[in-house]
């Protein structure tokens, strides 16, 4: 069963960063995969945050998170990133990557074949 591996998660006061890090598979046809972010908080429903097409110069982001959180990804080295700036308390989520052999990285991502296991975020005040 294809695993994608994150980590990275942890406790940051506000204003802090994180470095999220999500390891894809190593055979040469995902490189073709786009790929992407998303949050579950508390209570809430799992929402896209941020995406990359396989071309890395297509990326997406949310209101939300645009000019604070930066996507990226190293086929050389199988893993996918996401910066994390000027993070807020309402970033406080379970972060998951997630992949899809159509997506573009033109707009969200609204489906995904694989998941990973999520890592923790949490920002406190």
């Known amino acids: 069963q294809v695993q994608l591996v994150e980590s990275g998660g942890g406790l940051v006061q506000d204003g802090g960063s994180l470095l999220l890090s999500c390891v894809f598979p190593?055979?040469?046809?995902?490189?073709?995969?786009?790929m992407g972010w998303f949050r579950q908080a508390p209570g809430k429903e799992r929402e896209f945050v941020a995406g990359i097409g396989w071309n890395p110069e297509l990326r997406y982001y949310v209101t939300s998170v645009k000019g604070r959180f930066t996507i990226s990804r190293d086929n050389v080295k199988n893993t996918m990133y996401l910066q994390m700036n000027n993070l807020k308390p309402e970033d406080t989520a379970v972060y998951y990557c997630a992949a899809d052999e159509q997506y573009s990285g033109l707009n969200l991502m609204s489906r995904a074949n694989f998941w990973g296991q999520g890592t923790q975020v949490t920002v406190s005040e």
């Open positions: 190593g055979r040469a046809a995902w490189r073709s995969y786009g």
